[in-house]
C-alpha cells in the first residue's frame, strides 16, 4: 500500500528480502534468516516502511515454532539518520515540511498501525520487548532511540509494562555459584536441602500457583489482574515450560530433609540460549536463602550439559532476584524494556 507523498507500507515478498529489512540495523539481526527457517517467523509478519529505495521503518513479530498467530513483537526500527532534528512529531500525517520524504517517526507510527490491521487477528496485540545495552539512560544517542520508539508505540496505544535486567553465566566466570564446585549432591543453606524432578504436573501447578502469592514479577502481577492464580499458572506452564525442547527431567523442586518442597526452578532450553526460565519460592519460606540454593542448582543442571552461556531475567524492581543472581556469579550484560496494549 502507498500514500499520496509516496510511503509504501508492506510485508516482505521472502527471505530474499532481507537483506532490505536489515537496513535499519538490530541486535536480533544474525537470527533473522534461522527465524524464517525454523518457522519462528514468517515474511507476512515482517513489514517495512519504504520510500523511493529507503527504508523508513520496520516491524516484526515472532512466534514458536508453526504458531498462526504472532507471540510477541520484537523488532521496531525507525531511519534515526532521517529523522527530524527536533525529535518525534505529534501526529503522523505524512511528508515533513523541509521537502525530504515522510518523517521516519510518522512513518514507523503508520507502519505500526497497517502491519498491525494486517498480521493481528481481532487486533489482539501481543506485548512488545526490545533488548539494550546496561544503563542505556547514560548515554544520549541510545537513550532517543529507545525514547523513539517507545513514543511512537504509545501512538498506537501501547504502555511501558515493566523494564527488565538480562543476567548471564558462563563457565569462564570467577565467581560461579557453589552447587557447580560440590556437584551434584544436596546443596547447603540455612537448612539441608536436596533436589529432585517434580513428581508430576499437578505438583509443579500447586508449586507455581503458591508462589504467585507475593511476587513482584509485573507480567505476572498484571495476569492477576485477568485470571486466578491457578489459572495464571496453568497458562504459564502450557504455553511457555512444556514448549521447551529440553528435557522435563532438568527441572527441580527443593525439599526440606522431611519431604517439604520449599521453591523449584526450570532449567531449560529455548531456540538460542540455555537459560532459568522460572524460579520460585513459595511465601512461607521466603527470606532463608533458598533462592540462592534453586539458582545455584539450575545453573548447575545446564553447566552439566557443557553449555557456553546461561541467560535468565528478571524485572528492575525485583532486588532480592536481582542479588541472588549477583551471588551467583552472573553479570548483567543487557537490559529490556516491555511494552503492554492491555
Avoid: K
Amino acid at each position: 500500500m502507498a500514500g499520496a507523498d509516496g510511503l509504501v507500507l508492506r510485508a516482505l515478498r521472502g527471505p530474499e528480502e532481507l537483506d532490505l529489512f536489515r537496513a535499519l540495523p538490530y541486535t536480533l539481526d544474525d537470527e533473522l534468516a534461522d527465524d524464517l527457517a525454523e518457522g519462528r517467523r514468517r515474511p507476512s509478519w515482517m513489514w517495512v516502511a519504504l520510500h523511493g529505495d529507503r527504508v523508513l521503518a520496520r516491524v516484526a513479530w515472532w512466534s514458536w515454532p508453526g504458531d498462526a498467530v504472532p507471540a510477541l513483537l520484537d523488532i521496531f526500527d525507525l531511519d534515526d539518520a532521517g529523522a527530524a532534528p527536533a525529535g518525534p512529531v505529534a501526529t503522523a500525517t505524512g511528508p515533513d515540511p523541509c521537502g525530504t520524504g515522510p518523517d521516519p517517526f510518522d512513518a514507523g507510527v503508520r507502519l505500526l498501525r497497517a502491519a498491525s490491521s494486517a498480521v493481528l487477528p481481532d487486533g489482539a496485540h501481543p506485548g512488545y520487548l526490545r533488548f539494550l545495552p546496561p544503563g542505556w539512560r547514560a548515554d544520549p544517542a541510545e537513550r532517543r532511540v529507545v525514547e523513539s520508539r517507545m513514543a511512537a508505540l504509545e501512538w498506537t496505544g501501547a504502555r511501558l509494562l515493566v523494564e527488565r535486567l538480562r543476567w548471564e553465566w558462563t563457565p569462564h566466570d570467577a565467581d560461579g555459584p557453589g552447587a557447580l564446585e560440590r556437584g551434584a549432591g544436596p546443596v547447603r543453606g540455612p537448612a539441608a536441602l536436596t533436589f529432585r524432578p517434580p513428581r508430576d504436573r499437578a505438583e509443579l501447578l500447586g508449586l507455581m500457583t503458591a508462589v504467585l502469592d507475593g511476587t513482584l514479577d509485573a507480567h505476572s502481577r498484571a495476569e492477576l489482574g485477568r485470571v486466578s492464580a491457578r489459572e495464571a499458572a496453568v497458562r504459564q506452564y502450557e504455553e511457555e515450560l512444556v514448549r521447551y525442547r529440553s528435557p522435563r527431567e532438568w527441572w527441580r523442586v527443593a525439599v526440606l530433609p522431611g519431604g517439604e518442597p520449599v521453591g523449584f526452578v526450570i532449567p531449560a532450553r529455548n531456540d538460542y540460549h540455555a537459560i532459568i526460565a522460572y524460579l520460585g519460592v513459595v511465601p512461607v519460606h521466603r527470606g532463608r536463602g533458598y533462592a540462592d540454593a534453586l539458582l545455584a542448582e539450575g545453573t548447575r543442571v545446564l553447566a552439566a550439559q557443557g553449555v557456553p552461556r546461561i541467560r535468565a531475567a528478571t524485572d528492575l524492581g525485583n532486588t532480592p532476584m536481582s542479588d541472588a543472581f549477583r551471588r551467583a556469579g552472573y553479570r548483567n550484560f543487557a537490559d529490556r524494556i516491555d511494552m503492554t496494549w492491555d
